[in-house]
């Protein structure tokens, strides 16, 4: 419908490869994809870490999207020039995860990318911890939500999480200083306690799009607005995330990620690097 109608939008949720891959010309993405956020922040946290000795192992679901987080894995491993020592898949719905953990902890795994998206990435950890296994553990952005470390108590403490935004909690940050006071101004504070990092890509997104709006106020037509979001040059959102520009064949930005860490006894993530390069 979107690209029938022609209709100006902006996805800022799941952002896959297909959006953007050919361009679709009133779609405009925001933020990496699967595979970039894991990609570029792994290959940090390996560098950074000095974990190039690890053990890696993943944990992926057997769909679109674990494809895109193996995607991640498998060009993080090869640029780093190091090996993986077992991938293994899951069907999506799957709650027990003790044979998946079990397998990559007989592989000796010190390293593990939990592909998992909000139950299954809690189930993990708390699979990982009751084996007691030493290892790194990084997820990917959707398992950037309270409800994971809710359900995952203790176990998800000291978790590495692959993003492109920040915490919510990072009211230092102007753009999510200045969200957190209208949400107070306008909401309850429970809706506030409720925000997560997709009140903040929405956000962002919401902000763009009203950008190409005002930009066509003397023409409000479809076509100007599409026109307006293509010619978007370093458009800031104050720290929420990295400068967005488009162009008459780029429909994706914002993709340089940020790695995140659990902080379960705070009930809360935390920074763990600023905003990293997206190469």
Do not use: W
């Given at each position: 419908?979107?690209?029938?109608?022609?209709?100006?939008?902006?996805?800022?949720?799941?952002?896959?490869?297909?959006?953007?891959?050919?361009?679709?010309?009133?779609?405009?993405?925001?933020?990496?994809?699967?595979?970039?956020?894991?990609?570029?922040?792994?290959k940090h946290l390996v560098t950074t870490q000095k974990l190039q000795g690890s053990k890696f192992a993943l944990i992926?679901?057997?769909?679109?999207?674990?494809?895109?987080?193996?995607?991640?894995?498998?060009?993080?491993?090869?640029?780093?020039?190091?090996?993986?020592?077992?991938?293994?898949?899951?069907?999506?719905?799957?709650?027990?995860?003790?044979?998946?953990?079990?397998?990559?902890?007989?592989?000796?795994?010190?390293?593990?990318?939990?592909?998992?998206?909000?139950?299954?990435?809690?189930?993990?950890?708390?699979?990982?911890?009751?084996?007691?296994m030493q290892a790194v553990r990084l997820a990917v952005y959707p398992s950037h939500l309270n409800a994971v470390l809710?359900?995952?108590?203790?176990?998800?403490?000291?978790?590495?999480?692959?993003?492109?935004?920040?915490?919510?909690?990072?009211?230092?940050?102007?753009?999510?200083?200045?969200?957190?006071?209208?949400?107070?101004?306008?909401?309850?504070?429970?809706?506030?306690?409720?925000?997560?990092r997709y009140s903040l890509t929405a956000y962002v997104g919401a902000q763009l799009l009203e950008s190409a709006l005002?930009?066509?106020?003397?023409?409000?037509?479809?076509?100007?607005?599409?026109?307006?979001?293509?010619?978007?040059?370093?458009?800031?959102?104050?720290?929420?995330?990295?400068?967005?520009?488009?162009?008459?064949?780029?429909?994706?930005?914002?993709?340089?990620?940020?790695?995140?860490?659990?902080?379960?006894?705070?009930?809360?993530?935390?920074?763990?690097?600023?905003?990293?390069?997206?190469?």
């Open positions: 419908i979107i690209d029938e109608q022609k209709i100006p939008a902006i996805n800022h949720i799941a952002v896959n490869s297909a959006h953007f891959n050919p361009p679709h010309k009133t779609l405009f993405n925001i933020g990496a994809t699967y595979c970039q956020a894991v990609s570029a922040s792994m992926f679901q057997e769909d679109d999207y674990g494809t895109d987080v193996k995607c991640g894995y498998d060009l993080a491993l090869k640029e780093l020039g190091l090996k993986s020592v077992i991938e293994v898949p899951y069907k999506r719905g799957a709650k027990d995860f003790s044979a998946e953990v079990l397998s990559v902890q007989r592989a000796g795994a010190t390293f593990v990318l939990t592909g998992g998206i909000i139950t299954e990435t809690a189930a993990m950890l708390k699979e990982i911890a009751k084996n007691q809710a359900l995952a108590g203790p176990a998800a403490d000291g978790m590495y999480i692959a993003d492109f935004v920040p915490p919510v909690t990072d009211t230092q940050t102007q753009g999510i200083g200045k969200i957190t006071a209208l949400t107070y101004k306008y909401f309850s504070a429970n809706e506030v306690k409720a925000m997560h005002n930009a066509c106020a003397k023409n409000l037509t479809r076509a100007c607005v599409v026109e307006k979001l293509e010619q978007t040059k370093n458009f800031t959102s104050d720290g929420i995330m990295a400068p967005l520009t488009f162009g008459p064949k780029i429909r994706q930005s914002g993709t340089r990620p940020i790695l995140l860490k659990a902080n379960a006894s705070a009930g809360k993530f935390e920074r763990a690097s600023e905003f990293l390069s997206s190469k």
